[in-house]
Every structure is written in structure tokens, then in C-alpha cells.
């Protein structure tokens, strides 16, 4: 069975500060999502990386892929009220979004 | 309309009820999947359709759980002889294909009591 570990579990910090959470696996993955979602709705896609190594951003957020795709991380920038919620790390087979393994997630709070 | 859609948005049933959980894909995405959140928890998969057809169900727990698609669209959780174990919050989503972004509804949370 493949599970992700995802680190911290829960993150309470100030409007203005950085932060990173990461997601962790003895297994490789084909590739990797991260998913945000807010209390009493469905996961939402952020991002899909699938070569080892690789680097993404998305405004304030940079995704990266470790070189043995094995783990993952997530840096927020200047975090704002906004980014609060459950980051959700999901592995996969080749981009297929058949049969995603999520890990438990991290709670994230901005406060004002 | 514009996105995956589910109801009942909550479910409360007595334990051993029989209870169907119903998931209105995005309109022509052929893939369609079913994941249980339980409280703390990341979602699992259930079961997976491609078009009609159960791709692959052995997420589904055990016998009491059942899931159809019968036209290709709409599908329907079923969940007989239910537990106190059941309760979780039932997700489902859809895309084009397997290969593609995967849209979540905003799921059923179902209290067995």
C-alpha cells in the first residue's frame, strides 16, 4: 500500500509569513497533486507535477517535485487570510487521476 | 449546471437503513469517481467508472456498498445494512477522461446513528 505523510498536520501562523508543508512517501509516484479544500466543500486542483525535480508556481505558491518522486513540497509566500484551508498532497499513476492516493493533510490557518 | 453536483448535501440514517447517494457529473465528462472522507482523513477511492462500466471498485469496502452509472452520466451510491463506521463524507468527482483534471462536488456528508 502506498501512503503519503504529510507534515505538519496543522500550521497557524500570521497574515505576511511563509510557509512550507510537506508531503512524504517511501513509494514513487508517476506524479503528484496538490489539492486545497475549504470546510463543507470538495478538493480543488492546484497543480500536477510529474518529473522528478520539477518546479512550479502558481502566484504565491511554488510546487516542487523531489528528484526521486518521492516527496513533494509546498512554499507559500506572504500568505494571506485567503490561503486558509486543508492542502491536500494526492500521488498518482502517470497524470491519471485513476485510484489517487491522498495523504491526511494540513490544516492551514492565515490569521489577520 | 456548471460544476459536479451531489445530494443530499447531509444524510442522517438509523443504523441497518438503506441509504443512496446520487452524483450529477459535469456534463460530458465520461470519467466519474467516488472517494470517502472520514473525519481527519484525506479522501480514499472507492470505485472508478469509465463510461458505463466500474473500471476498477476495490476501494469499495465490503458487499453493502454497490455503485451504478447506467447511462453513462449520473451515477448512484448505494449502502445497505449501514453502520456507525459508514459515516464520512462521500465525495465524488468526474473528468473529460482519466487522464485529465478531475472536478470534486462538494460531497454528502452522511451521519449514521
Known amino acids: 500500500t502506498q501512503l503519503l505523510e504529510q507534515s505538519p498536520q496543522f500550521l497557524s501562523i500570521q497574515e505576511g509569513e511563509n510557509l512550507t508543508v510537506y508531503c512524504n512517501s517511501s513509494?514513487?509516484?508517476?506524479?503528484l497533486q496538490w489539492y486545497r479544500q475549504e470546510p463543507g466543500e470538495g478538493p480543488v486542483l492546484l497543480v500536477t507535477v510529474v518529473t522528478g525535480g520539477e518546479v512550479k508556481k502558481l502566484k504565491r505558491l511554488t510546487f516542487q517535485f523531489g528528484d526521486a518522486r518521492k516527496d513533494s513540497s509546498l512554499h507559500i509566500t506572504a500568505a494571506q487570510p485567503g490561503d486558509t484551508g486543508l492542502y491536500l498532497c494526492?500521488?498518482?499513476?502517470?497524470?491519471?487521476?485513476?485510484?489517487?492516493?491522498f495523504g491526511k493533510g494540513t490544516l492551514l490557518t492565515v490569521n489577520p | 449546471g456548471a460544476g459536479v453536483s451531489q445530494t443530499p448535501s447531509n444524510k442522517v440514517t438509523e443504523k441497518g437503513k438503506y441509504v443512496e447517494l446520487r452524483c450529477d457529473p459535469i456534463?460530458?465528462?465520461?470519467?466519474l469517481y467516488w472517494y470517502r472522507q472520514s473525519l481527519g482523513q484525506g479522501p480514499e477511492f472507492l470505485i472508478y467508472?469509465?463510461?458505463?462500466?466500474?473500471?476498477?471498485d476495490s476501494g469499495l469496502p465490503n458487499d453493502r456498498f454497490f455503485a451504478v452509472r447506467p447511462e453513462g452520466s449520473v451515477s448512484t451510491l448505494k449502502i445497505q445494512r449501514t453502520e456507525r463506521g459508514d459515516s464520512a463524507v462521500y465525495l465524488c468527482?468526474?473528468?473529460?477522461?482519466?487522464?485529465?483534471?478531475?472536478?470534486f462536488g462538494q460531497g454528502t456528508r452522511l451521519t449514521v446513528v
Open positions: 456534463s460530458g465528462h465520461t470519467a
Open positions: 467508472f469509465q463510461g458505463t462500466g466500474a473500471a476498477d
Open positions: 494526492a500521488g498518482g499513476g502517470g497524470g491519471s487521476n485513476y485510484k489517487l492516493t
Open positions: 468527482a468526474s473528468s473529460l477522461d482519466v487522464n485529465t483534471e478531475a472536478f
Open positions: 513509494s514513487v509516484f508517476s506524479s
